[in-house]
């Protein structure tokens, strides 16, 4: 159980375009879901938290018009990445928990290169 | 502020012997929980152990234990009996338990079984 899938596994696009991210829950409904990005050989850094049906809370310096979020259920996440740039390449990866559970569950994660 | 360290970039063990992978914390948080991933190099992060802030007893997962030292604040990894599957890149992370359970993480430690 708690099964978190990510789709794309891996994107490249041109610079100057946008590119979505889906992230969502298999077998249970998320309480929230987080959205991660990694560069290579770093830790996760947090980048927003979603709850289905409200506005995303982004962290400190990450620019929520450029990285857009919507929860639109309880088992399905979005990140889109406008206007790419050659330094959003990253690692982007979703975690979701659920009631009565502290841990997350993390999807497989999104390689996204801009060229 | 909240604050994950772990100190070791890189560890080497042998096949079957066990390891210890360090982490201390800061927080002023009373309630929070503890948690170790794993990050083969696919990139998924994989779920190991949890240990609450209130929890008296050690936490286990099979061959995955928590030394959990409240009054030094550290929550250190055991791996026994290493297998060959266990090299991988090892994250501890912190949450508080209210809240949006949003995590930091450490920066990882690099864990090579040697045959």
Same mark, same amino acid.
């Given at each position: 159980g708690a099964v978190v899938s990510q789709h794309p596994s891996w994107v490249i696009c041109k610079s100057g375009t946008s590119v979505k991210i889906e992230c969502r829950s298999l077998d249970f409904q998320a309480t929230t879901m987080f959205w991660y990005r990694q560069f290579p050989k770093q830790s996760l850094m947090l980048m927003a938290t979603s709850n289905e049906g409200s506005k995303a809370t982004y962290e400190q310096g990450v620019e929520k018009d450029k990285f857009l979020i919507n #929860?639109?259920?309880?088992?399905l996440s979005t990140l889109t990445v406008t206007s790419? #740039?050659?330094?959003?390449s990253s690692f982007y990866i979703c975690s979701a928990d659920t009631s009565g559970r502290y841990e997350q569950y993390f999807g497989p994660g999104t390689r996204l290169t801009v060229t | 502020a909240q604050k994950i360290t772990q100190t070791q970039p890189g560890m080497f063990v042998q096949e079957k012997e066990a390891v210890t992978l360090d982490c201390t914390y800061d927080t002023s948080d009373q309630s929070y929980g503890l948690f170790w991933y794993k990050q083969p190099s696919s990139g998924e992060m994989i779920f190991l152990i949890y240990q609450g802030s209130y929890d008296e007893q050690n936490a286990t997962e099979g061959r995955y234990s928590l030394n959990f030292q409240k009054a030094r604040k550290s929550a250190n990894l055991v791996i026994s009996a290493s297998q060959l599957g266990d090299s991988a890149m090892y994250f501890c992370a912190m949450g508080s338990t209210?809240?949006?359970y949003k995590y930091i993480f450490g920066t990882g430690t690099r864990l090579k079984v040697l045959a």
């Open positions: #929860h639109a259920s309880l088992t790419a #740039h050659p330094e959003d | 209210s809240g949006t």
